[in-house]
């Protein structure tokens, strides 16, 4: 059986957006730390630019930007909201931290 090396499977996973970018699944419940499949593939997507330097490329290109960002934005703006304590602790209910003596 062959395994992919991280980058690999980056590209790979790119590559498979770029020719389907409406089959991403939505990323209501997940944590920032489980995007990290997600956020290393929009810095792959980023880094390779549209296909060509054409109307169509550009914006095929910009809405799978958008595409990505949707689904990285309610992620992100959640752990945002979180204080420090309760994303220490990986929860979402306040924490009482208590200093030491």
Known sequence: MHFLQPTQLIEHLTDAFERSPDKL???TSA??????????????FVGR????????????YRLGAVK???????????????????WAIGGTEPVRLRLAA
């Open 25 to 27: 699944a939505p990323t």
């Open 68 to 86: 990505l960002l949707e689904h990285l934005r309610p992620v992100i703006e959640r752990e945002a909201d979180l204080t420090f304590g309760e």
């Open 49 to 60: 630019g549209p296909a060509a330097l054409t109307v169509e490329a550009v914006e095929t």
């Open 31 to 44: 944590t920032l730390s489980e995007c990290v499949p997600l956020l290393a593939m929009a810095l792959e």
